[in-house]
């Protein structure tokens, strides 16, 4: 047998000897042969030269196959054949389904293929065969015929021309796309149906949300959100829709940290053992998870109920921190999971739970039942995954490796790291012993749709199905012809255009924050921007949307526009930041001149803005239909509200601007009409942890210590940590700048009295070392370098002013420390910057030179 994984047309592909549109052409019917566009990629292909006429219309026999599994089978079939297509008019080929203990005897060749694959394709997999005007498929189960069935669509769909035969069979027996739908957008019934239909075509058998509070179980109906939820009926209704397709929906529910949105209600307020933590020592609490759990595996249909557990911040800082101090945070944690361990097996269901804090205490592993199934997550692209694998395979516990799509915080998920995270921490999980892929997306930030994902799930359900590296060549190729039916990969380059904007200091790292930032400064103040990066950012958005507009898909279209709405976000938050810099300009040059000629210019900027505002209507108004093709109304309000911020202060603006063009009177200052946009070749540090306010004993004063006053916290902090103070806790909260510079502390604290606070950030050096940073903040503030005092401001005490601080800055990771104080009446502002032939980029507070080194960082 004559195994080719790339015929005559891919190889000639894969050394660039012919385009892709010829390539394709060699595919489609023609002796020559080509790729096989099938993903995920068979683990055995053999093809011949010789021609075979695939087609939609097929005479279906059966061996062995029960008349309810055939009709079931042919109803998959009929209800995809609208995106088939085949240039065959006479009638299709004969379709013989087989389970494997009745191979028909009469075809002596397949029979004998057929026994030596037969260990090897277990419950799952199959055998396809097309000769001589017929096609057989064989394998041990239903679900296995039925995947079959999947490849044979997709090949129909393709119109390949050539006989072929498969043996097929998954590298995981478990393979799960898991959906986050508790921060941000939460699909509707009929959008859950579709995401199930597409996954299993992929030969994807398992599907999982991430679930913190959008359910409504009937034993407590009153924390669900009202505008989106899962009813236990429904949930009920999507594990039978999805049995139909082979697909299991494992349920789950958090089941310690992360329970904020629950908390917040009063009714539930005392179940808290801090606003994020529900207390497993509060009775009322058991019974809460007990009662929702036990809902739950009723309704989700798969052996298995994760009850997540990650993330537990909290630990030990709550109203239990002395009973956890006395017998340590790792046997409180274990004793939790120990509790819901005895709830699910009531229900008879295995637990799942996050594998983090089990590796931050490893003796908590020895603490559960073997039987516990570990989800070990890491969304980077790693050198080396054994420190999130090695713990779990070493005790011989059963776990499965957890890859992500990244689209955390950001404005298109990261495609180039969720690729790489995918191969290497799969590839390194089948290695120790993973017993399945368990890949998440993570809706973090909520102004995400799903249909921007499905290059990611593509991906992550072929290394899932096949690890072999020598098809990852022509995935592209196969991922345009299976997702969207055609012969070119404009789609996937357009994506990955896009994706070079993740390198540019302005749009480092795809993160949502520039959309965060205000288009206008308020009244009196000012905006500072940098739009260095803008020419190059607009120039890559350019040949994206030129690349997305010869796509040309022939189904699942709703993916083109998601990626067609993300270029045009971006394309309008560059042409704001220049729009509105140069109208402000202007405004300004104007101010010169005659008031006659003020006005003139002053109604020309009125109707830049006009249709400025005219552009964030209309992106505004094509994401919401998109959002509700896909999702119910629940966070489309908050989403809905960054598109309102924006048109509101450019309606403010164009009115103010008129009412001048058209008026006598004096012509107001640029800060009178929040209109004080100035560009700035500085980068200004936009992105702390702050904590405080710590009050001020004496005028000026600041506290002595360096973090926390408390030696257990008084060590760089992490977002959520605490800070103690005179007997309070003070949080260290993330914090972003939405005008570019100067940070004003009293707006953040809402206080004005005398007071101290707190900034905190790192920078890591990559290249040359650095001696200097710019800081400018109000009189007395001291400045910290890895622990060390480098400077006090000093000033008139009436303003903030820039000082330069010369410090020496070698390669690697520096930790600094603004202590700002505030004096009653005084400007209580800050900001830090490094010099302008510095390349600055940024992910959270963490900032580093040189991005060249594409040291991205997992949000």
Known sequence: MKIRLLTFAGTLLFFGLVSLETAAGLWGGNKAGGLLPVL???????????PFSYSVRMNWLANGVSSAQLQQLKTHWNESVSELSTTVSKPGPVLELVLMKNLPANDRAFVAKAKAYRDSIGNEGYLLQAKAGKITIAANTDTGLFYGLQTLRQLTRANWGQEIFIADWPAFATRVIFDDISRGPISTIDYAKKQIARLAELKINYLSFYIEHVVQPLSHPDFAPKNGKLTIAQIKELSAYAEKFHVKLIGGFQSFGHFEKILALPQYQSMGETNSLISPLDPKARQFLSDVIGELCTAFNAPWFNVNCDETF???????????????????YADHLNFLYGVLKKHNKKMMMWGDVALQHETIMDMLPKDVIYLTWEYGDAKNYDRWIRPFASRGLEFMVCPGILNSYRMFPDMVMAKANIKGFVEAGKAQGATGVFTTLWDDGGAYLFSGDWYGVYAAAEKSWDLSARNEASFDVRYSSTAYGTVNTNYVQSVFKLLELRSLPLTYNMNDVIWQQEL??????????????VPEAKKILAEAAALLEKANPQFNINDSQTLAH???QYTLIMDSRQILAEEADRYRQA?????????????????????????????????KKAWLRENQLYWLDVIMAGYDVKTAALTQLETAL????????????????AFDIRQTPHTYFSFWLLSGPFP???????????YSENKEYNKPP????????????????????KNGGMIDLADYFEKTDSAVGYAYCTLTVNGKALNEVFVTATNGTEVFCDGQKIAVISGNGKTAIEQRIETPLSKGTHLFLLKIPQQAGLPWLFSMRLGDDVEVVNTKHKYQTNSKNKTYEVE
């Open 520 to 533: 206008l400064p308020d009244k009196g103040k000012s905006l500072w921007i940098n739009n260095t990066s």
């Open 696 to 706: 001020s004993a004496e005028k000026g004063t600041v506290p002595a210590f360096l």
């Open 591 to 623: 101010l010169l001149a005659k008031p006659a000629e003020v006005r003139k210019q002053v109604l020309q900027s009125a109707n830049a803005i006009r249709q400025l505002r005219e552009r964030y209507v209309r992106v505004q108004s094509n994401f």
């Open 566 to 568: 993300s270029i045009a």
């Open 718 to 737: 992490i977002p959520g940590g605490i800070a103690t103070y005179q007997g309070e806790n003070y949080r260290w909260h993330k914090f972003a700048s």
């Open 658 to 673: 008129r009412k001048i063009a058209t008026g006598t009177g004096s012509i107001p200052t640029p800060g009178e009409i």
């Open 40 to 50: 995920p990629f068979p683990q055995v292909v053999s093809d011949t030269l010789a």
């Open 314 to 332: 909290d630990l030990n800082k709550g109203k239990s921190k002395q009973y956890i101090d006395s017998i340590g945070a790792d046997r409180f």
